[in-house]
């Protein structure tokens, strides 16, 4: 999914506008939600 990260990546602020990442789910969950992770930093987060 595409989801906002504070990262630098020239590409991705090209191709998916500035500061959106492409993100990858997880098979960890908090709570409710999954957890996704930036493909760029590798940051993880819940949206
Ligand atoms: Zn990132």
Redesign the pocket.
Known sequence: MIAT???E?EYQDESYGPGR?V?NKTTKRVGEASVYR??????EKTN
């Open positions: 990260c504070n990262c990546h990442r993100h930036c493909t760029v930093c590798g940051a």
